[in-house]
């Protein structure tokens, strides 16, 4: 009875988020499809006795709803337009055609990924006839930040994350270099010691170093799409967060984005970039050029963006921009508060994005 009620629930939750217009007909197509999907299943756990594994039915409700969950920001007029904009763009570097970013809205002071489960599309396919056309990329973010490009930066951290379970980038890397021939990680067990050991030791050791690495390689991510913003805001965001199994040291993290933002060599890239090489894809190089924003935000004005390269750009230049200008306000900007200094410059970073878009909507609306 459960498994079908709950059915019948998510299956209102998405009729009722498929009136919501957005801007997006591949939104749009994708609710569309997981209400088909829904509806299929119900006709088959309806019937006594059901005409679907019982144990399958469960096993894709679960993963719809997961997926449900991460379409409310989507779909509520609380989704970072501009921020998910830049995202698409960095999206197609990578090959992703058929992705598609859902958002998820949370009440806490976290950002995160959330992978899709490649046997619930194929099961879909398989048992129920619905392919659906896009993969998710399902990221979440924190509500106070919904409407705060610059404070939105880790989510190209959470792309990473994104990037890395798709390609298995962390998993060939541990192929070509395990975690007992290294390189050493800040933090981690030396290499050489490592491969000493053995059994449920050795096991724990090598948990921390493929969850470390996957960390830093959405690090790196990270830095190359939005540059010193990234850093800058994960320096005020996790200051001092010592040493876990699941994550490096806020000192070690920000060590290897600034050797990659300054061109340092650092062992961790390096193998990180024989892996990217080994796989198919292009190296870890920034994404951005360098832009200013002075003349345009000095006088509170949006800034002209043209290229992709510009939008990931902007928030470097935003991020520089909003520190300078609350350390040591200048010209207009002279008598603002911190506060206000802060809302207007995440708005116009905003604005600029959303400019952008706009002259790329009305482009294609003129040349189909």
């Known amino acids: 009875m459960l498994l079908r009620s709950n059915l019948r629930l998510l299956l209102a939750q998405l009729d009722g988020l498929a009136e919501t217009p ?7 197509q994708y609710i569309r499809e997981l209400q088909a999907v829904l509806e299929r299943l119900l006709s088959k756990v309806e019937p006594t006795p059901p005409t679907i594994n019982n144990d399958l039915a469960r096993f894709i409700a679960q993963n719809v709803w997961r997926l449900t969950q991460f379409l409310s920001g989507s779909t509520a007029k609380q989704i970072p337009y501009e921020v998910v904009f830049a995202l698409e763009r ?3 570097e990578w090959g992703g055609s058929d992705l598609l970013i859902t958002t998820a809205i949370v009440q806490e002071a976290n950002f995160y990924f959330h992978g899709s489960s490649r046997e619930f599309f194929d099961q879909v396919e398989s048992e129920l006839g619905i392919k659906i056309t896009a993969r998710p990329v399902q990221i979440a973010l924190p509500y106070i930040y919904r409407h705060k490009p610059l404070f939105c930066v880790p989510l190209f951290h959470e792309f990473g994350h ?5 390609n298995e980038i962390v998993t060939t890397s541990l192929l070509l270099s395990p975690e007992g021939v290294g390189p050493d990680l800040p933090d981690c067990l030396p290499s050489a010691e490592i491969a000493k050991l053995s059994g449920p030791e050795r096991q724990f050791h ?3 170093v493929r969850r ?7 690090d790196l991510v990270s830095v190359a799409y939005a540059g010193k913003a990234a850093l800058g805001f994960l320096q005020e965001f996790i200051p001092r967060n010592p040493v876990m199994p699941t994550h490096p040291s806020s000192v070690a993290r920000f060590g290897l984005m600034e050797d990659f933002l300054n061109g340092t060599p650092n062992p961790i890239l390096e193998l990180f970039q024989k892996t990217l090489n080994c796989r198919g894809l292009a190296p870890l190089t920034p994404r951005f050029v360098n832009i200013s924003v002075d003349d345009s935000f000095g006088n509170v004005r949006p800034c002209p963006l043209i290229t992709d390269q510009e939008v990931f750009g902007v928030f470097e230049a935003g991020w520089d921009f909003l520190q300078r200008m609350v350390m040591s306000p ?7 508060s911190d506060a206000e200094t802060e809302r207007i410059t995440n708005d116009l970073v905003e604005k600029s994005i959303r400019n952008k878009m706009i002259l790329e909507g009305w482009n294609a609306a003129l040349n189909p």
């Open 22 to 28: 957005y801007f997006s007909s591949e939104l749009d």
């Open 90 to 92: 960095a999206v197609k």
């Open 162 to 166: 994104f990037v890395d379970a798709d």
């Open 206 to 208: 090598a948990d921390v």
């Open 212 to 218: 470390h690495r996957m960390e830093y390689f959405a």
């Open 330 to 336: 200048s010209g207009m900007w002279a008598n603002v």
